[in-house]
């Protein structure tokens, strides 16, 4: 019993803690989960706010296809390597309408095409010039976010004007070519109603060489394809956490060929409008690292959980003890054959005990109890003693107590506010006694008694009336047996 009651102590808490702990831990992923959430919710966003400057590029240069040339007198140009490359001469662009209110802009491109583009005489030039005036445009979009790393516009007649000016100035010849054997260019093509989407790769991105998603759109003119215009959109940058997060969201690409990985956390398949995204985001999963996370973050919680769990062990330990000693105070105060009050258990339960207007001590005894271990066995006998308790127990009432001192005497203890009461409780329980007694001897058995009555006022001192209804148990055990003496 000591091995489960000592196991007790030490399980009970724990389950409590561990209880405790599962609340913290789910406690702490809600709030991964929360912060998952957001961190999705602001890439869509961003995504979508690039899509938004697509369609305003997409819009410019479609509907603004017949701009004013620029004049080279605002321009440096050179032809260096068979390529003509054309930037402004100064980085801060003034507006030309309310220059004196208005703040200068810092504008960073280049254009980048084929040699003849630097001779005002050649057909090409003019072409060239319509678009540059609308360069500044290509610089103001690129600086508006931080995940815009360039903003271009690629021409089918072989230039390109981008933003930054980092992007193209070391363009070659042959990367001028290859342009168009990218998949971006393929893709605007092949759905000119959508903003394309490819990456993200270090090799996808169009000119920069990051980690980038291309997003493109197709330029008409009078039904004539022009060319395309792209942004792109550095993932690291994109991806970059602003919440508390311990892990990296990542993009890629969809491949149904391809199960997810068990670090794949939270996968969502991006959905912005206007834009064909064939990509999920995930959180990468780090069991380490977010143990750590989790038990730096929540180190107070934990060691409250840990504290209360030493408290509910000390708790449950001074609980048992005090449960062990009522236990075996009960167990002392009892008769282990009947599980009845033995004269120790009496004697306690006597002490303060509030009487009524009567209280009497009664004493039965089996008549002729030894003929009966002797004709029947020690077995029959013990069987005897035990329904004699049971029978005695189930007719006494609330207020009265019964106790077996020792072999076959019980002693019993009985109040009411009239004398004739006791006398009826003591009737009633000889006689279910006796009725009854042949369930377990076939002629069945007879007690006899000695109950003493006193009123309350001349006390309750449980040895004189003990004595008194012992002597009166001795009458009617000699003058004829089975009866009661009062």
């Not at 389950?15 to 831990?25: E, F």
């Not at 001074?318 to 282990?336: Q, S």
């Not at 203890?413 to 009737?427: F, G, K």
């Not at 003493?452 to 040895?463: A, K, L, T």
């Amino acid at each position: 019993m000591k091995k489960r009651e000592h196991a007790k102590i030490i399980l009970l808490p724990l389950a409590i803690a561990l209880m405790l702990l599962a609340s913290v831990a789910y406690s702490y992923l809600k709030v991964v989960n929360t912060d998952i959430d957001e961190e999705y919710t602001r890439i869509e966003r961003q995504l979508g706010h690039a899509v938004k400057m697509m369609v305003a590029l997409d819009y410019s240069f479609t509907n603004y296809f017949e701009s004013t040339p620029a004049s080279l007198l605002g321009f440096q140009h050179e032809v260096f390597d068979g390529l003509c490359k054309m930037w402004p001469k100064i980085s801060l662009a003034p507006t030309d309408i309310k220059s004196h209110a208005t703040f200068p802009i810092e504008v960073s491109y280049m254009m980048v095409g084929e040699a003849e583009l630097c001779d005002e005489s050649h057909p090409a030039y003019l072409r060239m010039t319509r678009k540059m005036s609308l360069a500044p445009i290509v610089s103001f979009l690129n600086d508006l976010d931080e995940y815009i790393v360039g903003v271009h516009y690629i021409a089918d007649g072989g230039y390109v004007i981008s933003s930054p000016d980092v992007m193209v100035k070391e363009l070659t010849k042959s990367n001028l070519v290859t342009l168009k054997l990218r998949p971006f260019w393929h893709l605007a093509l092949e759905q000119p109603d959508l903003v394309t989407v490819t990456g993200p790769s270090n090799q996808m991105g169009l000119l920069s060489k990051s980690n980038t998603f291309t997003l493109a759109a197709p330029i008409f003119h009078q039904k004539q394809f022009q060319g395309v215009v792209a942004i792109d959109v550095g993932v690291d940058k994109l991806t970059e956490k602003t919440t508390r997060l311990v892990g990296k969201i990542s993009v890629e690409k969809i491949d149904k060929d391809k199960p997810l990985a068990s670090y794949q956390y939270r996968p969502k398949v991006l959905n912005v409008g206007y834009a064909q995204f064939n990509h999920r985001v995930y959180y990468h999963w780090d069991w380490i690292a977010e143990a750590r996370h989790f038990f730096y973050d929540r180190q107070t919680s934990l060691y409250a959980v840990l504290l209360a769990y030493f408290m509910s062990v000390i708790g449950m330990f001074f609980l048992n003890i005090r449960v062990e000693k009522t236990y075996y105070a009960d167990l002392a105060a009892r008769d282990p054959m009947t599980g009845l009050l033995n004269r120790r258990g009496m004697e306690e339960f006597l002490q303060g005990k509030q009487h009524n207007q009567y209280l009497a001590i009664a004493v039965l005894d089996i008549d002729n109890f030894k003929s009966i271990n002797d004709s029947f066995g020690h077995d029959v006998g013990d069987q005897v003693i035990r329904y004699i308790g049971e029978q005695i127990e189930s007719h006494l009432r609330d207020t009265d107590a019964v106790a077996r001192f020792g072999g076959e005497e019980f002693v019993l203890y009985v109040t009411a506010s009239e004398e004739p009461i006791i006398e009826n409780v003591m009737y009633r329980v000889k006689d279910a006694i006796v009725q009854d007694s042949t369930r377990l001897i076939d002629q069945g058995f007879t007690v006899s008694g000695g109950v003493h009555i006193v009123r309350r006022e001349e006390g309750d001192d449980f040895n004189k009336l003990f004595k008194a209804a012992d002597e009166k148990l001795y009458v009617a055990k000699t003058s004829g047996k089975d009866k009661l003496v009062f």
